[in-house]
């Protein structure tokens, strides 16, 4: 029981650690984000060695989240289909094993997380389960402690093999409690992984550059604060140059476009993104940009997605619009913006 407990310990401890700098953020996981599905098949052995053959095979599935990129857990189903060290069963499958994981990536934990999976990850893996045996419908308590090495393949990371030495162990065959290597199995299994597709448009967890993002908004900051310096002066020197602009013209003039900001990843228009488009009329052309955080594939689609739904909310209310597109990231200027110019 001891070497279990000081594995538990060492996994949930993980959860105070902190291995991030400081000028980097991770995206934060969503309910159904960074799920996997694998297809698991090996074989296990009685880890006293005493009798190694024949070998148990055994074949099942896995499901798992990663919660974060150090921390995650998965649910393992096995089928047994043979007897050695179980009892003499005479059914195909004689035992089933379903266990509750937890994982912990060793690669992220001490070498930090980059923005996208190593080729060659390790992991922790230890949790517990459930023995089943069919003839006799005996059930045992039973825990596992092993090792992932991942293998993650392809320029998305969507696919792994996964090979996993293993110890299964029998916690209550000797009617209490404990770690017995005379009632524990060694097992070595193979599993080919599926990551399904996240909301951020990967196969695995985003990273921000915040010390870039903070600097972006001081450049913005900044000239925000020089624009608003220079609204009478403009006025005032086109009114001296040019003596037939009036005031009113000219304002209509510094007025005529219209900003339209976006929330992070979303091309979902806000209360306020309303109200702008509320009063723009006439002829128009829609230029929507994205933020740099994402790969320049997804940040062009949702440039795009942004100024479709501007050019169409304009559109329903009578609004002609000449043009809509979307530029990605275009230099220093883009943001999670959608500009509507007047064409007039």
Request: a positive charge; one cysteine or more.
């Amino acid at each position: 029981m001891k070497k279990f407990l000081i594995c538990m310990t060492l996994l949930f401890s993980s959860l105070f650690c902190a291995n991030v700098n400081a000028q980097i953020a991770t995206q934060n996981s969503n309910a159904l984000d960074n799920v996997y599905v694998g297809v698991t098949a090996g074989a296990t052995t009685p880890l006293d060695f005493n009798s190694v053959f024949p070998v148990n095979p055994a074949a099942g599935i896995v499901i798992g989240k990663d919660v974060t990129p150090v921390l995650g857990f998965n649910v393992e189903g096995l089928a047994i289909l043979n007897d050695n060290h179980f009892a003499d069963l005479k059914t195909a499958i004689k035992a089933t094993n379903v266990g509750l994981n937890g994982t912990l990536n060793l690669s992220n934990l001490f070498a930090g997380y980059k923005g996208t999976p190593r080729v060659f990850e390790i992991k922790t893996v230890t949790g517990l389960g459930w023995l089943h045996t069919m003839d006799v419908n005996d059930n045992f308590l039973t825990a596992k402690t092993g090792v992932d090495l991942a293998f993650n393949l392809g320029k998305k990371k969507a696919h792994s093999i996964v090979i996993t030495p293993a110890v299964y162990w029998n916690l209550n065959k000797l009617s209490n409690i404990k770690f017995n290597k005379n009632n524990a199995q060694f097992g070595l299994f193979a599993t080919y992984v599926y990551h399904f597709k996240t909301s951020n448009g990967t196969h695995s967890f985003k990273t921000y550059d915040v010390g870039a993002m903070i600097g972006e908004i001081d450049r913005l900051n900044g000239a925000l604060a020089e624009c608003e310096k220079r609204p009478a002066q403009v006025v005032e020197k086109v009114i001296v140059k040019e003596a037939p602009v009036n005031t009113a013209a000219v304002a209509e003039v510094v007025q005529s476009d219209a900003f339209v900001f976006f929330a992070q990843n979303s091309s979902v228009l806000t209360d306020d993104a309303k109200a702008t488009l509320d009063k723009v009329t006439g002829t128009v052309d829609v230029i929507a940009s994205a933020s740099p955080e994402g790969t320049e594939q997804y940040n062009q689609k949702l440039s795009e997605k942004r100024a479709a739904v501007v050019a169409d909310y304009l559109t329903k209310r009578g609004v002609t619009v000449n043009s809509w597109k979307g530029i990605g990231v275009n230099g220093a200027e883009s943001g999670r913006v959608a500009i509507v110019k007047s064409t007039r």
